[in-house]
Nanobody, 125 residues
Framework: QVQLVESGGGLVQAGGSLRLSCATSGRTFSSYVMGWFRQAPGKEREFVAS????????YYADSVKGRFTISRDNGENTVYLQMNSLKLEDTATYYC??????????????????WGQGTQVTVSS
C-alpha cells in the first residue's frame, strides 16, 4: 500500500523559506510522477509542481516558477519542495501526490491516485 507523509510546514514571514518533505513507502516509485498541490480555505486544490521519478523532469505552476524547486532523493524515497521568497498568497495546506503510470497530465488533481494528509504553510506579513 502506498503511503505519502508530508512534513516541514509551518509559519514563516513573507520573503522567507521552507522546505517540505514527502516520505514515500509501499511501492517502487521508479515509474511514478510525484506532485505537490496546495489548497487555501475556500479555494480549489491547485497544482504547484511535479517531478518524474525516472528522469527527474520537473514542471511548475507559473505562480511558483523561479521561487520553488521540486526534487527527489532516490536513496531516501523522499520528494522535496524547496520554497523560497514566500508570499502571503502561498498560504495553504500543501499535499504530496503520486501517480503510478507516468501520466503527462501532471497538473490535474484527478491524475493522481495517492495523496498525503497535507501540511500547513502559513506566510505572515
Amino acid at each position: 500500500q502506498v503511503q505519502l507523509v508530508e512534513s516541514g510546514g509551518g509559519l514563516v514571514q513573507a520573503g522567507g523559506s521552507l522546505r517540505l518533505s514527502c516520505a514515500t513507502s509501499g511501492r517502487t516509485f521508479s515509474s511514478y510522477v510525484m506532485g505537490w498541490f496546495r489548497q487555501a480555505p475556500g479555494k480549489e486544490r491547485e497544482f504547484v509542481a511535479s517531478i518524474r521519478w525516472s528522469n527527474g523532469a520537473t514542471y511548475y505552476a507559473d505562480s511558483v516558477k523561479g521561487r520553488f524547486t521540486i526534487s527527489r532523493d532516490n536513496g531516501e524515497n523522499t520528494v522535496y519542495l524547496q520554497m523560497n521568497s514566500l508570499k502571503l498568497e502561498d498560504t495553504a495546506t500543501y499535499y504530496c501526490a503520486a501517480e503510478r503510470s507516468g501520466s503527462y497530465y501532471v497538473t490535474m488533481v484527478s491524475t493522481y491516485e495517492y495523496w498525503g494528509q497535507g501540511t500547513q504553510v502559513t506566510v505572515s506579513s
